[in-house]
């Protein structure tokens, strides 16, 4: 079984991101702990909520370090939901607050223009760039969302995948060892399962 350590900041349940892992063959060890952090092989940085609690916590608990030197160190890192939107440098929720700054980017929200529900909540298809994460998983896919601001890459090469709400965004991102998700794989059923099994076999 591969090792990986859940990244727990206190930000929600991570029950059903555990389970997912461990249906696919991860060892999961779910811990605030940075120390444990830093002995990661692979790491997982689930969030949801708002950006600048998000961060806070990270902080609040000393696992903002941990995961710089672990994600720069290069070990495998998958942030989720607001655990992608973290890695970039600012995140515009209720003001601007510093992310990790993994990636060159911001995190923004859907404007109200474009005539789309906000939260974008359920189902949507993923338009596939590279199949580094998404080995298995072909474009067209569904995958399950739940947020209100999405992810405006600086790099281009940083896109893995786009979605369609209103606007082209990009849903998935990769640099070197550091990964994101902006949709639930834990909550989207066997293509999730795919992208899970891909990192945590991948890493």
């Given at each position: 079984m591969k090792d990986i350590i859940l990244i727990d900041a206190g930000t929600g349940n991570l029950r059903s991101v555990q389970k997912a892992l461990e249906s696919v063959g991860a060892n999961v060890d779910r811990t605030s702990d940075p120390k444990k952090v830093l002995s990661g092989k692979r790491v997982v940085l689930p969030g949801v909520g708002a950006f600048g609690d998000f961060m806070s916590g990270l902080r609040t608990l000393g696992l903002e370090d941990a995961v710089l030197e672990v994600a720069l160190g290069g070990v495998p890192l998958l942030g989720i939901c607001v655990g992608m939107q973290a890695l970039f440098d600012v995140g515009e929720e209720m003001g601007q607050h510093a992310g990790l700054g993994l990636l060159q980017g911001r995190v923004v929200r859907f404007?109200?223009?474009?005539?789309?529900?906000?939260?974008?909540?359920?189902?949507?298809?993923?338009e596939v760039q590279n199949a580094s994460l998404f080995e298995g998983v072909p474009s067209g896919s569904y995958v399950y969302f739940n947020h209100s601001y999405y992810c405006l890459?600086?790099?281009?090469?940083?896109?893995?995948?786009?979605?369609?709400?209103?606007?082209?965004?990009?849903?998935?991102?990769?640099?070197?060892n550091i990964f994101g998700v902006q949709f639930h794989p834990e909550k989207s059923q066997a293509v999730g399962l795919q992208i899970l099994k891909n990192f945590v076999e991948a890493a």
């Amino acid at each position: 079984m591969k090792d990986i350590i859940l990244i727990d900041a206190g930000t929600g349940n991570l029950r059903s991101v555990q389970k997912a892992l461990e249906s696919v063959g991860a060892n999961v060890d779910r811990t605030s702990d940075p120390k444990k952090v830093l002995s990661g092989k692979r790491v997982v940085l689930p969030g949801v909520g708002a950006f600048g609690d998000f961060m806070s916590g990270l902080r609040t608990l000393g696992l903002e370090d941990a995961v710089l030197e672990v994600a720069l160190g290069g070990v495998p890192l998958l942030g989720i939901c607001v655990g992608m939107q973290a890695l970039f440098d600012v995140g515009e929720e209720m003001g601007q607050h510093a992310g990790l700054g993994l990636l060159q980017g911001r995190v923004v929200r859907f404007e109200e223009s474009l005539s789309v529900k906000i939260p974008h909540t359920g189902w949507n298809q993923l338009e596939v760039q590279n199949a580094s994460l998404f080995e298995g998983v072909p474009s067209g896919s569904y995958v399950y969302f739940n947020h209100s601001y999405y992810c405006l890459p600086k790099q281009s090469s940083d896109v893995i995948a786009f979605t369609d709400y209103g606007l082209r965004y990009a849903c998935a991102v990769r640099q070197e060892n550091i990964f994101g998700v902006q949709f639930h794989p834990e909550k989207s059923q066997a293509v999730g399962l795919q992208i899970l099994k891909n990192f945590v076999e991948a890493a």
